[in-house]
């Protein structure tokens, strides 16, 4: 009885030492790349037209499959500013177009990479298990984008833009803590704190929410995006968020805000989350981007 009550003790020490270094551990290098790994680029023009001309863009990815994205650029010759616009898992590349007519006629290049994820979609236990590895695949691969518009003379490389929505902001603030290459983050109905995202949209009973709120903000910890607020200035930071929003409650997203330094700006909208058939407050939203971007461009 004693030592079955001894191995329960020591189990719960360890279980709690493992928590508590989960929680307070350095993830940053967990998200390291190998630069000179060959990027083996492949541009196939996808649209000519007098201003503009858009690319599929299809890169290798450290693991050796393709990165698949798209890349619309003016076709003035002069370094353009780039925007990198991630959304959400099912649009993927597809982001792009969301802002990419009225950023060309600003002069701003518009890239956008679909998320290589391949697991499965239909049992929640495999999908939550999955993402975790295609999570960090996502930063690795954006990273290797770096790398690429690193190689183009056609990109502005002091005026590099990270644009994340919903599931997309969880990569700006990994990507702006391990890679100085990126000079504005915009995040999008995007917040901190995921133990309290679980428990908002939980469909179970206040204990089991509990459980999964811990459990996920172990598993999940290297992509809190509260580690890595403090990394952010004195890099611009813009965040456009919803009072209503019960998918990333307002108040992560304020959390998120308060941890970053100047200079930053936040909007508020009076409505819940954002949807892909919203195609009124998808407009407002990149309205709201791109002034900004104006205003910061030309201080």
Known sequence: MKKALWILMSAGVAAVLLVVVSLYRDYTAWFDHDSAQPLDSRVRILEEAETYRKYEVRLRSLAGADIVSLLSIPSTVEPHPLIMLQGGYHRGKDALNLIGDDALRLGYAVFSMD??????????????????????????????????????????????????????????????????????????????????????NSPVNPVLTEIMAGISSVFYAPFEPLRYAGRISPRPLLMIHGTGDNWVPARCAREFYDKVGDPKEIIWHDRGHIRSYDTEEIERLGDECLAWLVRQFSK
């Open 115 to 200: 998320y290589r994820y391949t697991g499965s979609v239909d049992n929640p236990v495999l999908l939550y298990l999955q993402t975790r590895g295609a999570m960090r695949d996502a930063v690795i691969d954006l990273r290797r984008v770096l790398d690429y518009f690193q190689t183009r003379e056609d990109i502005d490389q002091d005026r590099l833009v990270m644009v994340g929505v919903s599931l997309g902001a969880l990569f700006g603030p990994i990507l702006m803590a391990v890679d100085d290459r990126l000079d504005y983050l915009v995040l999008i109905y995007g917040g901190g704190n995921l133990a309290e995202v679980v428990r908002a």
